[in-house]
């Protein structure tokens, strides 16, 4: 007892100050390790090993939901959507962000160009074009000509007498024959074949002028863009064509947006006369039977008045004769 005393108090505490004067010493002995008991040195519960060990395998302990989170730690926010802005195209509502904004103003840049340079090429072009279309008609002409004066000129077909007097003559003509022949039939294919093209044109340029007239239609009279307006409208204009003499075929065939726009304005003023009431023609103020009262005119009846006096020389006749004086 008395060496354990000294060991841990006087002779101890000179230990424990040669430790720190001396940098590579040590507070603990290796012969007595110091133990922390839960009281001194820790806060765990004594039983959560326990507590541990009676959890169930493959229970997890349920923790309550985080936000998401990157690698570095920080909370994952949801980027903000993009500002729409709602424009009116072709008469429907489209919502358009910021981003295609500037994206479609690109594209429409891009087609503007395009759009120009395919009508520069186009206006370049049209001269080639009226070229080609007058080489085109001399050679539809000269086809038919051709074809003519092939026929004209073909020789008649070698007598086959000649087989056994001048084979070689009956030879030689048999092949002039046929290759005469193979030409006039030749310009009578081309020829047809001409005909059939300038044909499929004129229909392919007739449709086309007419999808333009109706266009163009449609420019001039807004109100037929309606179905029903546009048919009762040349219902009307086929009522007042008649009217002039013309019939439903000559009407059919008007191609020009021009004149159906002057047909439909006589139509409509043409109805809107028939509908005006017609004026009362006045005939003037009635002449009064003679002998009456109104046919009398005051200088008329001044000048009996006068007479009268002259007669009578009363004071009433007089007095009337001035009346009719004032």
Same mark, same amino acid.
């Given at each position: 007892?008395?060496?354990?005393?000294?060991?841990?108090?006087?002779?101890?505490?000179?230990?424990?100050?040669?430790?720190?004067?001396?940098?590579?010493?040590?507070?603990?002995?290796?012969?007595?390790?110091?133990?922390?008991?839960?009281?001194?040195?820790?806060?765990?519960?004594?039983?959560?090993?326990?507590?541990?060990?009676?959890?169930?395998?493959?229970?997890?302990?349920?923790?309550?939901?985080?936000?998401?989170?990157?690698?570095?730690?920080?909370?994952?926010?949801?980027?903000?959507?993009?500002?729409?802005?709602?424009?009116?195209?072709?008469?429907?509502?489209?919502?358009?962000?910021?981003?295609?904004?500037?994206?479609?103003?690109?594209?429409?840049?891009?087609?503007?160009?395009?759009?120009?340079?395919?009508?520069?090429?186009?206006?370049? @072009?049209?001269?080639?074009?009226?070229?080609?279309?007058?080489?085109?008609?001399?050679?539809?002409?000269?086809?038919?000509?051709?074809?003519?004066?092939?026929?004209?000129?073909?020789?008649?077909?070698?007598?086959?007498?000649?087989?056994?007097?001048? @084979?070689?003559?009956?030879?030689? %003509?048999?092949?002039?024959?046929?290759?005469?022949?193979?030409?006039?039939?030749?310009?009578? @294919?081309?020829?047809?074949?001409?005909?059939?093209?300038?044909?499929?044109?004129?229909?392919?340029?007739?449709?086309?002028?007419?999808?333009?007239?109706?266009?163009?239609?449609?420019?001039?009279?807004?109100?037929?863009?309606?179905?029903?307006?546009?048919?009762?409208?040349?219902?009307?204009?086929?009522?007042?064509?008649?009217?002039?003499?013309?019939?439903?075929?000559?009407?059919?065939?008007?191609?020009?947006?021009?004149?159906?726009?002057?047909?439909?304005?006589?139509?409509?003023?043409?109805?809107?006369?028939?509908?005006? %009431?017609?004026?009362?023609?006045?005939?003037?103020?009635?002449?009064?039977?003679?002998?009456?009262?109104?046919?009398?005119?005051?200088?008329?009846? @001044?000048?009996?008045?006068?007479?009268?006096?002259?007669?009578?020389?009363?004071?009433?006749?007089?007095?009337?004769?001035?009346?009719?004086?004032?």
């Amino acid at each position: 007892m008395a060496d354990t005393a000294a060991a841990t108090g006087f002779e101890g505490s000179v230990a424990s100050i040669a430790a720190l004067l001396d940098p590579s010493g040590d507070l603990r002995t290796p012969e007595t390790p110091t133990e922390q008991s839960p009281e001194e040195g820790t806060l765990a519960d004594p039983n959560a090993e326990e507590t541990a060990e009676a959890k169930p395998e493959g229970e997890v302990e349920a923790t309550a939901e985080e936000p998401a989170t990157d690698d570095e730690g920080a909370t994952q926010e949801e980027p903000p959507k993009p500002a729409a802005i709602t424009v009116e195209l072709d008469g429907t509502k489209v919502e358009l962000t910021a981003e295609e904004i500037p994206k479609g103003y690109l594209r429409q840049q891009d087609y503007s160009r395009k759009t120009a340079a395919l009508a520069e090429e186009k206006k370049a @072009f049209e001269p080639i074009r009226e070229q080609v279309n007058q080489e085109r008609a001399v050679y539809a002409q000269l086809i038919p000509a051709l074809r003519q004066q092939l026929q004209v000129t073909l020789p008649q077909k070698p007598d086959p007498a000649l087989i056994d007097t001048d @084979f070689q003559t009956y030879v030689r %003509q048999d092949a002039a024959y046929r290759e005469h022949l193979e030409k006039l039939q030749a310009a009578q @294919f081309e020829e047809n074949r001409v005909k059939a093209q300038q044909s499929t044109e004129q229909q392919a340029q007739s449709q086309k002028e007419l999808e333009e007239g109706r266009t163009k239609v449609l420019e001039l009279i807004p109100d037929w863009k309606e179905p029903a307006k546009r048919t009762a409208g040349r219902a009307q204009i086929l009522d007042y064509a008649k009217t002039l003499g013309a019939t439903e075929e000559e009407v059919s065939q008007v191609r020009d947006p021009r004149i159906v726009k002057a047909l439909w304005d006589a139509s409509k003023y043409r109805l809107l006369m028939s509908r005006q %009431q017609k004026p009362v023609v006045s005939k003037g103020p009635q002449a009064a039977p003679a002998g009456s009262a109104a046919s009398a005119s005051p200088r008329s009846e @001044f000048t009996r008045a006068k007479q009268r006096l002259a007669q009578t020389g009363r004071l009433d006749d007089a007095a009337a004769v001035l009346k009719g004086l004032l």
